[in-house]
């Protein structure tokens, strides 16, 4: 039972405990309009965290994650136009998530079973994103439209409206805590999973495909699942994005739009849920930050700070300083 | 027989862009295994460097496409020593890395550069056929992609260099132990690659807006060709070229350049499901099967 407790005590344990109060406290200290900027960094969050499930845990790199999130969020923004009730939003937020998941396991299907893989799936997911966005990006005129509402070229879709719960619409705390129960709930599952038979699968994949084909895993099987499943989360965080912004356009389909969250992913700590959240959350409020000053720098800090890393601390800034932490406190014991 | 014409000519300007594009990529990736995410930047370097020194400095056009494709060369060069060097075991890490790299480049020549220099003027003018224009500098490219490739056929296929190179890329480990010196093999891969892209860059300069961002018009394309080209470098990237320009010029010609587009992913994405290993391995399939 000691030991167990031990176990549990871990740095990581303590920061997310202390996150989690964080956050529920928080919106007692600020006001509405800070607020909603969490529900923004939250959401930005579980696009991150989608990264570290099909990159950290399966070993898949997906470039294409902006692209998924971008299109979950046109499909919501399409259904909830389009019907014009409240209460239908939180219906449009699921089927978002299961088209998203379904066209990503399409995507996946052709990739993994057509024996696709390691930098080649980057390269087809990144393509993916390019077009996506060039199509998105010339529906100005007339003739796009779906289900009557106008795609709006590079203008996007504009007056996406809010989510309802039970009749009640969500103002600005009440989404602040939705977004955070989401990510909650998404951090719990992809944390948990680690610990399952299907988290042990994904690691086998990861460090040899080969060997655990031989082993009897269905390799491709495996990665069409877990590819889905990140499709629908980034979907699910563009869906947010979206309710958050009420818009969505193709620039936030972009190229750079996808690196930003690997770049957290990756220097986070690609294998470590919590490091992506810290991480996550600590980016979008400097940065939030650093855009109040206008600064051109953003990009180059941006490209210098990945290189670093992954030359300097491949495993990722926070989860190495968790290991590092861990390792410290045992020794004083 | 204009019709035909013109069919050929969208043709071969779109096979040459697309070779031309994919063979430095093509190359780093075949014999080093790394996909270089900067090279579009380093295609818009080239081109930079190619309008700064024709415009500024006056030097003749030429010349200055072949200066600024060995100045794109050497950054290359030194890119791969200071950092891409220590990415080889890795080279899922190094699409990052070269992302960074990427990025860095081209808002780095936005920031000292501005947002876009002085075009040079499309030379040579253009001939007429029928009562239809066609640009002569458009059909030099295809001379010129089809020369380069012949070039870089021969470099690694009939100098001690491509020998000493494709032993590495097949074994580095045997190559190593006769005392080939792989890591020298690979900078020269690295530099032969970046100069390639900036001579793309540099050929194609005065064809398009000369921008911080340009290296993206050129990334995808060049990537969909290694992806259906396969491990062979050359082989690969001249069939896949000539494949993927028949798909891109007549959807293009038909349904806009965004259709043209859409129909090279397609085509990747279907034709990497019917044979993974590319045109290429396609090529090897079939030569095994006869004999």
């Not at chain 1, 057509?114 to 990006?137: R, S």
């Not at chain 2, 069919?7 to 070779?19: E, G, I, K, M, R």
């Not at chain 2, 295809?142 to 070039?151: G, K, N």
Request: glycine fraction near 10%; include cysteine.
């Amino acid at each position: 039972m000691k030991d167990k407790s031990k176990a549990l005590l871990t740095s990581e344990n303590i920061i997310f405990v202390v996150l989690l109060l964080l956050g529920l406290v928080l919106p007692t200290f600020t006001n509405a309009y800070r607020l909603s900027q969490y529900s923004y960094y939250y959401s930005m969050t579980i696009l991150a965290l989608s990264i570290t499930l099909v990159w950290g845990y399966a070993g898949i790199f997906s470039f294409g994650q902006a692209a998924f999130m971008g299109l979950g969020a046109y499909i919501y923004g399409i259904l909830s136009i389009a019907a014009g009730r409240d209460g239908f939003n939180i219906f449009a937020l699921l089927i978002a998530v299961v088209i998203m998941m379904a066209l990503g396991a399409a995507l996946a299907y052709f990739m993994f079973y057509g024996g696709v893989n390691d930098v080649f799936v980057g390269l087809i997911t990144m393509c993916f994103g390019i077009a996506l966005q060039t199509f998105m990006g010339q529906t100005a005129g007339e003739e796009w439209q779906v289900l009557g509402v106008r795609l709006g070229g590079y203008n996007g879709l504009t007056g996406i409206p809010k989510i309802s719960l039970f009749g009640f619409k969500l103002g600005d705390v009440a989404f602040y805590f939705f977004t955070f129960i989401i990510l909650i709930l998404v951090y719990a599952a992809i944390r948990y999973s680690k610990i399952t038979n299907a988290g042990y699968s994904l690691t086998a994949i990861r460090e040899n495909r080969s060997r655990s084909e031989l082993f009897g895993f269905d390799v491709p099987k495996i990665q069409v699942i877990v590819f889905a499943i990140s499709t629908g989360l980034a979907a699910l965080a563009g869906v947010l994005y979206s309710v958050w912004g009420s818009y969505i356009a193709p620039d936030n389909l972009s190229m750079t739009q996808s690196t930003i969250p690997v770049v957290i992913v990756a220097s986070g700590g690609r294998k470590n849920p919590t490091a992506t959240v810290l991480f996550a959350i600590l980016y979008y409020f400097l940065s939030g930050k650093l855009a109040a000053s206008g600064s051109s720098l953003n990009y180059i800090i941006l490209g210098a700070i990945l290189i670093v890393v992954l030359l300097f601390i491949p495993e990722g800034l926070f989860s190495t300083l968790f290991s590092k932490m861990d390792k410290y406190i045992l020794r004083r014991a | 027989m204009i019709l035909v014409f013109r069919h050929l000519y969208l043709f071969l300007d779109s096979f040459s862009f697309l070779l031309l594009s994919a063979l430095g990529l093509s190359i780093i990736y075949g014999m080093m295994g790394i996909i270089n995410q900067a090279h579009g930047e380093f295609i818009m370097l080239g081109a930079y460097f190619t309008s700064l020194l024709s415009v500024a400095l006056h030097i003749p056009f030429i010349i200055s496409i072949f200066l600024g494709a060995i100045l794109t060369g050497f950054l290359g060069l030194l890119l791969d020593r200071t950092i891409i060097c220590r990415l080889y075991s890795r080279p899922l890490d190094s699409i990052v890395v070269t992302w960074g790299i990427s990025l860095i480049l081209s808002q780095g020549i936005r920031i000292i550069l501005g947002n876009s220099v002085e075009s040079i003027s499309t030379p040579l003018g253009s001939f007429t056929i029928g009562n239809e224009k066609f640009s002569t500098y458009r059909m030099v490219l295809v001379a010129v992609a089809v020369i380069t490739l012949m070039v870089v056929y021969y470099i690694f296929n009939h100098t001690e260099f491509g020998l000493k190179a494709r032993a590495t890329m097949q074994r580095s480990d045997i190559a190593k132990s006769l005392g080939v010196n792989t890591d020298k093999m690979y900078a020269a891969t690295f530099f032969i690659g970046s100069f390639l892209a900036g001579l793309t860059g540099g050929l194609y300069s005065p064809t398009m807006m000369v921008v911080p961002t340009m290296g993206t018009s050129f990334n995808m394309q060049a990537f969909v060709t290694v992806i259906v080209g396969g491990s062979n470098p050359i082989l690969g990237s001249f069939l896949s070229s000539a494949l993927l320009g028949i798909v891109n010029s007549e959807l293009s010609g038909w349904a806009g350049s965004f259709a043209g587009q859409i129909g090279l992913l397609i085509m990747a994405i279907i034709f990497i499901r019917i044979c993974p290993l590319g045109v290429s391995g396609l090529v090897d399939r079939l030569k095994a099967v006869r004999r």
